[in-house]
């Protein structure tokens, strides 16, 4: 079964410093792999995904995230965080299980940003 | 383009009593999905719709939890009766496809308090 763990509840950066979140993943094949953010009272927002190819994805608002198989990791990064990146952060897989697409969430990573 | 649309946002009931969420996807949308988000925790699928076939309810409490999409659009999907339990975030999220490497775009979300 896939599954994913973020072993970081909670982080807590200073503004403008930089950020990196874990994230590993257990798949039996090549998973595709998301980053989602979550603000207070809004739904999930895709940040960036990996399906193939260069292992280093880029993806909106000056996130990245690399994929590492050997380690099974896809840890998210910015090297200057903003005040407004404070939300919560989902790392997910998905394949297809049972014969059918399914996304599996990790718990989640609260980021406070002190400014 | 509107996004995903939930209603209500929010609801408070006592135990026992009926309660329903309406979603209403992107245009164009064939996949829908339902997920129960508890608090401190990441999204569970609840029940993922091809057009108006349910493709996978595994994971739906078929005892208490019902959905439908009709005509292959909108959704409802309802608890009768709630419990305690069932206090949590409801989102309902789409996609073109159901690919395991398609986007999901996700609502807002409706919030449950179970009393």
Redesign the interface.
């Known amino acids: 079964a896939q599954s994913?763990t973020q072993p970081d509840?909670h982080i807590t950066v200073s503004e403008g410093a930089s950020l990196e979140l874990r994230c590993n993943y257990s798949y039996g094949a090549t998973p595709?792999l998301f980053w989602?953010v979550q603000s207070p009272?809004?739904?999930?927002?895709?940040l960036l995904?990996y399906?193939s190819g260069d292992t280093l994805v880029q993806g909106i608002k000056g996130f990245e995230a690399e994929f590492k198989r050997s380690q099974s990791s896809f840890n998210l990064r910015k090297p200057s965080v903003h005040w407004s990146d404070a939300a919560e952060y989902?790392c997910?897989v998905?394949?297809?299980t049972?014969g059918?697409?399914?996304?599996t969430?990790?718990?989640?990573t609260q980021l406070k940003v002190e400014l | 383009e509107a996004g995903v649309v939930q209603s209500p946002r929010y609801k408070i009931i006592e135990k026992k009593q009926p309660v329903a969420f309406w979603c209403n996807p992107i245009s164009g949308h064939n996949t829908l999905y339902w997920y129960l988000q508890n608090l401190g925790q990441g999204p569970e699928l609840l029940i993922r719709y091809e057009n108006e076939e349910a493709v996978d309810d595994s994971q739906l409490p078929k005892d208490r939890f019902s959905a439908e999409r009709l005509k292959g659009v909108d959704s409802t999907l309802k608890i009768q009766p709630a419990e305690l339990g069932d206090s949590a975030v409801y989102l309902c999220a789409s996609s073109l496809e159901g690919w395991s490497n398609d986007e999901q775009f996700f609502g807002p979300g409706t919030r449950l308090t179970v009393l």
């Open positions: 994913v509840i595709y989602y009272g809004q739904g999930l927002q895709l995904k399906f989902f997910a998905g394949g297809i049972g059918g697409n399914k996304l969430f990790g718990t989640g």
